[in-house]
């Protein structure tokens, strides 16, 4: 680009004088070091800003061993029109999606790939990573950082006690209990930011290029983000972890809890699962000021299974009945 400058409405052209023109050459030939030595940077996908949408280009690839992408088997099928179920919404969610959960197959979206605080759905993740790297039977300690908990609790989790994982993950994904959230990354991950790290790491070999994680808990927005697309690929892989399938499928759970009684009562915060409706198979809601009210919704009759996510929805439970029953009615 020829160097200019606009003075008094008129362009005005300065001559290069020799000297001039060898500091540009030193100066690009440094600027084209500097790049050069920065690995990795043409390969590293640029992360969109919450509330910009991601490119489907390369949404949905898992890295191969050998380098490249390939797809990942539980993307959901952005790339493919003729979306089957029509509904428009006065007041419509920021962003969502209506998705065949065996196949991928998407029923109906609306801005599928924008970026957004994601609140308590952040749990999915965490509970996945949790299910990777702590064994059946194995316990939890409740520690000091746990009970400084913010937002939505378990509560009653007695300082210093081991409780099954069982328990614990019942109380990260019915109460979402942000205690459990953070006692279960701690036994995962050590500390905090480790397992952050390993919720990123999984995100990346999912191949779920809006997403974002800095807390276990999705209590804090800041900087934690993912997009529909993303969380439907993140409720196809709960649903495949039978241990967690089965918490998110149930409305209330009695479990064994080491203080006077022995026992624990937590109850499900999804809509869907409260409200009885017919076939629903779980899966996860969430709210911050921010990310508004969201929810993972998943229901199984017959052989057909669906998923809705809505995210900064003014009613969630409403329009997500309304995607899943004419979903179900088009798809007979």
Same mark, same amino acid.
């Given at each position: 680009m020829p160097?200019?400058?606009?003075?008094?409405g008129r362009?005005?052209?300065?001559?290069?004088?020799?000297?001039?023109?060898?500091?540009?050459?030193?100066l690009?030939?440094?600027?084209?070091v500097?790049?050069?030595?920065?690995?990795g940077d043409?390969?590293?996908?640029?992360r969109?800003a919450?509330?910009v949408?991601?490119?489907?280009?390369?949404?949905? @690839?898992?890295?191969?061993?050998g380098?490249? @992408?390939?797809?990942?088997?539980?993307?959901?099928?952005l790339?493919?029109p003729?979306?089957?179920?029509r509904?428009?919404?006065?007041?419509?969610?920021?962003?969502?999606?209506?998705?065949?959960?065996?196949?991928g197959?998407?029923?109906?979206?609306?801005?599928?790939?924008r970026?957004?605080?994601i609140a308590?759905?952040?749990?999915m993740?965490?509970?996945?990573?949790?299910?990777?790297?702590?064994?059946?039977?194995a316990?939890?300690?409740?520690?000091?950082e746990?009970l400084?908990?913010?937002?939505?609790?378990?509560g009653?989790?007695?300082?210093?006690?081991?409780?099954?994982v069982?328990?614990?993950?019942h109380?990260l994904?019915l109460?979402?209990?942000?205690?459990a959230?953070?006692a279960?990354?701690?036994?995962?991950?050590?500390?905090?930011?480790d397992f952050?790290?390993?919720?990123?790491?999984?995100?990346?070999?999912?191949?779920?290029?809006?997403?974002?994680?800095?807390?276990p808990?999705g209590?804090q927005?800041?900087g934690?983000?993912?997009?529909?697309?993303?969380?439907a690929?993140?409720a196809r892989?709960?649903?495949?972890?039978?241990?967690?399938?089965?918490?998110?499928?149930?409305?209330q759970a009695?479990?064994p809890?080491p203080?006077?009684g022995g026992?624990l009562y937590?109850?499900n915060?999804?809509?869907?699962?409260?409200?009885g409706?017919?076939?629903?198979?779980?899966?996860k809601?969430?709210y911050?000021?921010a990310?508004?009210?969201c929810?993972?919704a998943?229901?199984?009759r017959?052989?057909?299974?669906?998923?809705?996510?809505l995210l900064?929805?003014?009613?969630?439970?409403?329009?997500?009945r309304?995607?899943?029953?004419r979903g179900?009615r088009?798809?007979r």
């Open positions: 160097y200019s400058v606009f003075q008094g362009r005005r052209r300065r001559r290069r004088g020799p000297a001039c023109l060898a500091l540009i050459c030193v690009g030939a440094a600027a084209a500097v790049y050069v030595v920065r690995p043409a390969d590293r996908p640029a969109p919450p509330g949408s991601a490119p489907l280009q390369g949404t949905g @690839t898992a890295p191969l061993a380098g490249g @992408t390939a797809p990942s088997p539980l993307a959901v099928r790339e493919e003729g979306d089957t179920v509904i428009r919404f006065k007041h419509p969610p920021r962003a969502g999606l209506l998705f065949d959960i065996d196949t197959r998407v029923l109906w979206r609306d801005d599928p790939t970026v957004l605080p308590s759905l952040t749990k993740m965490t509970a996945l990573v949790v299910s990777d790297r702590v064994p059946k039977g316990k939890v300690k409740i520690t000091r746990a400084r908990y913010h937002g939505s609790g378990v009653l989790l007695p300082r210093g006690k081991w409780i099954g069982n328990t614990m993950l109380g994904l109460p979402s209990g942000n205690d959230a953070i279960l990354a701690q036994r995962a991950g050590g500390t905090l930011p952050v790290r390993l919720m990123n790491a999984r995100a990346r070999r999912m191949g779920l290029l809006c997403s974002h994680f800095t807390r808990d209590f927005d800041r934690n983000h993912s997009c529909a697309g993303d969380l690929a993140m892989a709960v649903l495949r972890v039978p241990r967690l399938a089965r918490i998110v499928r149930r409305r009695v479990l809890f203080v006077k026992k937590l109850y915060n999804n809509p869907l699962l409260r409200q409706y017919r076939g629903i198979t779980g899966l809601t969430g911050t000021d990310a508004g009210r929810l993972v998943t229901v199984r017959g052989r057909l299974k669906l998923g809705v996510v900064h929805s003014p009613n969630p439970a409403t329009q997500a309304k995607l899943l029953d179900f088009v798809d």
